[in-house]
């Protein structure tokens, strides 16, 4: 019974942790270290996105959001111009 | 008048959350400090939208007749950007006002900057014009521009350096027309400039955003 409540227990936590959706989108004008920290950090202040990661040679930003949640194409490209920069092609990966 | 100005330098600078342009994302706050010939500057700014940030600018000013020290509250505007495939342009405004103060004379003081630049991963390019008036102390054009290359290109969590050359042009001081070479660091948030003018002074900026 305790193994049983155990497992059930850790389940849960690892379901809780699990990650979302990959959002993978490339951001025109983005070229500089300092750009690149304000789409960061933009991007990470949205309850949805669990993490974030800017390449800035391939002038890229990949979000990946927490379990359940997602981002629509209208979010992410809102979030990218209000940190004033325009929105490139999007791609998602479950 | 210059230990006052350190004293108000370092006074602002814990209440501080900088100055590679002149507004950061919405929500960020900017500390810039810039050391060169023409004197020693403070900005705090915070950025409240896209297109403005709203700070304080300070400058103890080296001046042929006597320095002066001026501060005030300055307005940071984005008039106009190009987000382009390899590369970003912009129009920037910096218009402030506020007191100039030379010995025991205080006089009121305005100031204007429009700036434009054009920045791809390998090569930067800006001008800027400034106008400052604060009536008998001083009323001067000043105008300034730099062009560099990047000799490697760095990813956004490594080290990013930047060769340049900025010159100035003052023809209210003694020297009207600086050029110095300049060497440029970016590491995720901090940014730092130092360079050797022709006139023979050190130059060290240095930018940090929160």
């Known amino acids: ?94 | 008048m210059k230990a006052a100005y350190l004293f108000t330098t370092f006074l602002l600078l814990p209440l501080a959350e900088t100055q590679a342009k002149p507004l950061s994302y919405v929500g960020g706050t900017m500390v810039m400090q810039e050391n060169d010939e023409t004197g020693h500057t403070l900005t705090i700014d915070y950025t409240f939208d896209p297109h403005f940030a709203l700070g304080v600018y300070s400058k103890y000013e080296i001046n042929e007749r006597d320095n002066f020290w001026m501060v005030g509250p300055t307005l940071n505007t984005l008039i106009k950007r190009w987000n382009l495939l390899d590369g970003q342009g912009n129009i920037f405004n910096m218009t402030g006002a506020g007191m100039a103060r030379q010995g025991s004379r205080n006089e009121p003081a305005a100031w204007t900057t429009m700036m434009a630049d054009y920045e791809t991963r390998r090569v930067f390019a800006s001008y800027e014009v400034r106008f400052m008036s604060a009536r008998d102390i001083e009323s001067s054009v000043w105008q300034r521009a730099y062009l560099g290359v990047a000799p490697y290109l760095a990813n956004y969590d490594q080290l990013n350096t930047w060769t340049l050359v900025r010159l100035d042009h003052h023809p209210a001081k003694h020297d009207h027309f600086v050029v110095t070479p300049v060497l440029r660091f970016f590491y995720k948030t901090f940014w730092l400039e130092v360079g050797y003018s022709s006139n023979q002074h050190v130059m060290v900026n240095w930018t940090v955003q929160f």
């Open chain 1, 1 to 94: 019974m305790r193994h049983i409540l155990l497992t059930l227990v850790a389940l849960t936590i690892l379901s809780g942790s699990a990650l979302g959706e990959t959002i993978n989108t490339t951001v025109n004008g983005m070229v500089c270290a300092f750009c690149a920290t304000g789409i960061e950090k933009t991007f990470r202040k949205q309850p949805e996105v669990a993490t974030v990661h800017v390449d800035l040679p391939k002038k890229t930003v990949t979000i990946t959001t927490k379990s359940g949640r997602t981002l629509t194409d209208a979010k992410v490209k809102e979030i990218v111009t209000y940190s004033g920069y325009s929105m490139g092609k999007i791609i998602r990966e479950k």
